[in-house]
Antibody
C-alpha cells in the first residue's frame, strides 16, 4: 500500500535551517511529483512547492523562493524539504503529498502524516 | 499568482442536510480545481479532482461542479463523519494555491 512516512518533530532557533524527509513506499517513486504543504497552528493549508523526483525539477511558491530547497534521493525513495532562515511564523506542520504524472488529475492523492516544526528562541 | 476564495468561511448544519460550498478563482483555471477534507490533527484527504471527478473510495454524496472561475462542492446528505474543514485548491498554474477553507460543524 502507498505510504509516505515523514521524519519526526523538530525544534529550531530563529535563523536556523530545517530539513524534513518523506520516505515513499508502495509505488514507483519517480512516477509522481512530490509536493510540500504547510499548516500553521489554527490556520489553513499553504502550498510551498513540488519536485519531480524523476528529473529533480522544482516549482516553488514565490513566497518561499530563495529560502526553500526541495531535493530527492531516488535510491531510497525519499524526498526532502529544507527551509532556511527560519522565523517564528514558520512554526507549522509540514506535509508531503504525491501527485500523479497525469495532467488531468493534478491533485495530491496520498499525504504524509505531517512533521511539526517549531521555531522558538 | 492565482488567488482562491471560499464561501462561507464556516457553516453549521445538521445530519441529513444538503451542504454547498463555493470556491472562486481570481482568473480562469479551466477545470483544474480540487477539493480536500481535513479533520483536526489529520492530513488532508482528496475528495474531488478536476472539478468534478470523484476520488476513488470517496462516498458518492460528495460532488463537485464548475469551470472557469466558479466552483461548487456539494454534500447531498451530511453525515456525522463529514464535519470537517474543506479546502479548494487550484492546480492550473505551476504555483498551486489553496482557498482559506470552510469549516462545517454541527448545528
Amino acid at each position: 500500500q502507498v505510504q509516505l512516512v515523514q521524519s519526526g518533530a523538530e525544534v529550531k532557533k530563529p535563523g536556523a535551517s530545517v530539513k524534513v524527509s518523506c520516505k515513499a513506499s508502495g509505488y514507483t517513486f519517480t512516477g509522481y511529483y512530490m509536493h510540500w504543504v504547510r499548516q500553521a497552528p489554527g490556520q489553513g493549508l499553504e502550498w510551498m512547492g513540488r519536485i519531480n523526483p524523476n528529473s529533480g525539477g522544482t516549482n516553488y511558491a514565490q513566497k518561499f523562493q530563495g529560502r526553500v530547497t526541495m531535493t530527492r534521493d531516488t535510491s531510497i525513495s525519499t524526498a526532502y524539504m529544507e527551509l532556511s532562515r527560519l522565523r517564528s511564523d514558520d512554526t507549522a506542520v509540514y506535509y508531503c503529498a504525491r501527485e500523479p504524472f497525469v495532467v488531468v488529475v493534478a491533485a495530491s492523492d496520498y499525504w504524509g502524516q505531517g512533521t511539526l516544526v517549531t521555531v522558538s528562541s | 499568482d492565482i488567488q482562491m476564495t471560499q464561501s462561507p468561511s464556516s457553516l453549521s448544519a445538521s445530519v441529513g442536510d444538503r451542504v454547498t460550498i463555493t470556491c472562486r478563482a481570481s482568473q480562469s483555471i479551466s477545470s483544474y480545481l480540487n477539493w480536500y477534507q481535513q479533520k483536526p490533527g489529520k492530513a488532508p484527504k482528496l475528495l474531488i479532482y478536476a472539478a468534478s471527478s470523484l476520488q476513488s473510495g470517496v462516498p458518492s454524496r460528495f460532488s463537485g461542479s464548475g469551470s472557469g472561475t466558479d466552483f461548487t462542492l456539494t454534500i447531498s446528505s451530511l453525515q456525522p463523519e463529514d464535519f470537517a474543514t474543506y479546502y479548494c485548491q487550484q492546480s492550473y498554474s505551476t504555483e498551486f494555491t489553496f482557498g482559506p477553507g470552510t469549516k462545517v460543524d454541527i448545528k
